[in-house]
């Protein structure tokens, strides 16, 4: 059984919009951050947006600053990033990760601290 595992990813137009999702059944604390995270082939992987929990702060990548909207459903323990105006370098095998470490570690930058990841969903950006 999946502990993360994603959906949503597709083929779309550029300027077009998706919206991925992600269930997390790690056995977290309630206080915890998710997040989405992106690897281009021949590029390293990247943060594209995290979000800790009960409401609090968002962190984005520059390039997907005002596109991407990430949110949480923390019941349910799910994560969504909704992406808008894509473009084809948007293209990637986008993954959701999640840990409960201290919230301090809860930025784009911080891959290093999530231990638990899912499979990935591929996003493809056509022109």
């Not at 949503?8 to 790690?26: F, H, P, T, Y």
Request: proline share 3%.
């Amino acid at each position: 059984l999946a502990q993360v595992m994603e959906s949503g990813g597709g083929s779309v137009q550029a300027g077009g919009s998706l919206k991925l999702s992600c269930e997390v059944s790690v056995n977290l604390y309630t206080k915890n951050c998710m997040g989405w995270f992106r690897q281009a082939p021949g590029r390293e992987r990247e943060g594209v947006a995290t979000m800790y929990s009960d409401g609090g702060r968002a962190d984005y990548a520059d390039s997907v600053k005002g596109r991407f909207n990430i949110s949480r459903n923390d019941a349910e323990k799910t994560v969504y990033l909704q992406m808008n105006s894509l473009k084809p370098e948007d293209t990637a095998m986008y993954y959701c990760a999640a840990h409960d470490h201290d919230p301090v570690y809860c930025f784009t930058t911080d891959e290093r601290f999530f231990p638990y990841w899912g499979q990935g969903t591929q996003v493809t950006v056509s022109s």
